[in-house]
Structure formats: C-alpha cells, structure tokens
C-alpha cells in the first residue's frame, strides 16, 4: 500500500509515524525462512543479512516496513544505497549494519490481515515482541501530527505519514487513506561533473554537485541521479555539459571515491535547482532531486577554483 501526497490531515481519525529515508521492504516468512523483497518485487534477502533473526517471530507472517541505515543517529539513504547494487561482506555489514523499521503485519498464521482496519493490524504487530529482534524496531506512533512534523523537521528527517485508524490494506495502491507529508527545501547548485550509468555509458547517472564557499572555493554538495533519466532532460544536459567539458575536477577538494568513480568533470557554469529534504553536518544534500536548470540567473561568477 501506497501513500498519497496532500497536506497532513489532522482529527481523532489518524494516527501519524516518521516518514523514514530508507527503501521500502516486504518481510515474508514461511515454515521460518525469510525472503526479503523490494517494492518492485526484487529479491533483497542477500543484501541485508543482518535481519536473518525476523526467522524468530513467527513461522508464517508477512511484514511491511522500511530498512533505514543510521549515521549519527539520522537515516542516510545515500549510505544504504550501496547495499542496492551489491551484496555486503561481512565486515561492511558489522562496521554498517541496517535496520528493519516494521510498521504493518499482512498476514498471520495463514490468516490475511488485509481487511482488518490498521489499529488492529498494529495492536496484532506489538504482539509479535519485535523488539527482541537484532536490527528491527517497531516504527512509533504518534497522536500528534502537527507536532511530529515539526520535530521531524527540527531533526531533519524526511517528513511524516499520516494513517487513518480504520484503513485496510490494499497491497500495490496508492490511498487516500494513506498520506504523506515530506519537507523539502529547494537551492541552487553548480554542476561540477557528471556520472555515466554503468550499463549505459552514454547516458547521464548522476550530476555531481557544488556550492561556493566564502573564498569563491567549489565545495562538494553530492551528487543527484533523481530527475535527470527523462531523455528531453538527458538530450538537454549531455548538449550543454558538452559544452563546459574540462579536462579536470573543478572542486577544491578530491571528491569520495564512490563519489568520483568514472566521474566526466565540467567547468562550474551551469546552475542546477535542486530539492532535497535538508543538509547533513558536512555540507551535503539530503535526498536530492534534479528539478531542472536555472535559465533566469547568470553564471557563477569567479575563477575556476584550484
């Protein structure tokens, strides 16, 4: 079940829980093995070994929830997005282990649960005494939404989901009955790079990121794949990031290997608008998205930085 984008409803009807920056995951455990699946129905069992202990909860449930991974104490979804593409050694998932945020149950014992209003479902998860579980918590929830966006907010965490008590559950839909609420923030970026998708070389992955520092410095912002696979946006960007090619990095810093990885640079020149949900303590963007280029500002002034 999918939640609806709208303003945060309010009254006795809802209940309200942390919209976590994570990925979204299916729990399915059947005579005690646990598969693990993505929203789009990819296996995912591999890639988060650490959560193998759900096989204790129940020998036949179905659970819906997000894997977030915390650093310093905040979801990173840039950090759980190398768990997408590549199965983790033991030791990167003991150095970064993930956790499983369990907010619904679908079914029981062979019994479905989709039709039980959500107040139901949730009293029949805290049962399950998921806390005993390594790696999985039971998402919070809140009576008051009001407040818990504004505290979402002050944490910079991704927003708030609203939950009306009597909904059942309707896998794969998007509901009325479901909705979210996501701060997001809007800033203009140069674009010092660029990204080549891996199975496509030609095409554009990810736009690397900068903003000028006080000393007139490119400073590393991130980078942003989200809002730039339309081919009128790829035809546009390869065009005019043709046109600024340079033949090194403009930053005034390396860049993180992950970052700079078959990176193209550019000079600083184009002014990319970005939405993103806040910025983490060392000056990168959270959750970005491409939402286009700035056609009504000048180019950065300055030099190049060296």
């Known amino acids: 079940m999918l939640a609806s984008s709208g303003p945060l409803p309010v009254g006795p009807r809802w209940c309200y829980e942390v919209k976590w920056d994570g990925m979204r995951l299916g729990v399915d455990i059947t005579d005690g093995r646990v598969r693990l699946t993505s929203r789009t129905g990819r296996d995912m069992t591999r890639h988060f070994p650490e959560l193998a202990g759900l096989a204790e909860v129940a020998p036949d449930v179905e659970l819906d929830g997000e894997v977030v991974l915390l650093a310093d104490g905040s979801p990173s979804f840039a950090a759980l997005s190398e768990r997408f593409h590549r199965v983790p050694t033991p030791e990167q998932v003991t150095a970064r282990p993930v956790t499983l945020m369990a907010f619904d149950v679908l079914r029981l014992y062979g019994v479905s649960l989709l039709d039980r209003p959500l107040e139901e479902r949730r009293a029949t998860l805290e049962r399950l005494e998921l806390a005993g579980v390594p790696n999985v918590r039971l998402s919070p929830i809140y009576d008051n939404g009001s407040a818990l966006f504004s505290a979402t907010a002050e944490r910079g965490l991704e927003g708030v989901v609203a939950k009306r008590r009597d909904s059942p559950y309707r896998p794969g839909r998007r509901s009325p009955d479901w909705v979210k609420v996501a701060h997001r923030l809007a800033d203009d970026c140069l674009i010092g790079g660029w990204r080549p998708e891996r199975a496509h ?16 410095r490119l400073r590393f912002a991130g980078r942003v794949g989200s809002g730039v696979a339309g081919d009128a946006t790829q035809r546009m960007l390869r065009e005019l990031l043709a046109a600024v090619a340079a033949d090194g990095s403009p930053f005034a810093e390396p860049l993180p290997r992950d970052d700079a990885a078959a990176a193209r640079w550019c000079a600083p020149r184009l002014i990319a608008q970005i939405s993103h949900v806040g910025w983490t303590d060392g000056g990168r963007l959270r959750h970005p998205v491409f939402a286009g280029l700035r056609g009504d500002t000048a180019p950065a002034p300055g030099p190049l930085p060296g």
Do not use: C
């Open 201 to 216: 070389p030609s095409r554009i992955g990810a736009l690397l990121l900068g903003t000028r520092g006080d000393d007139g």
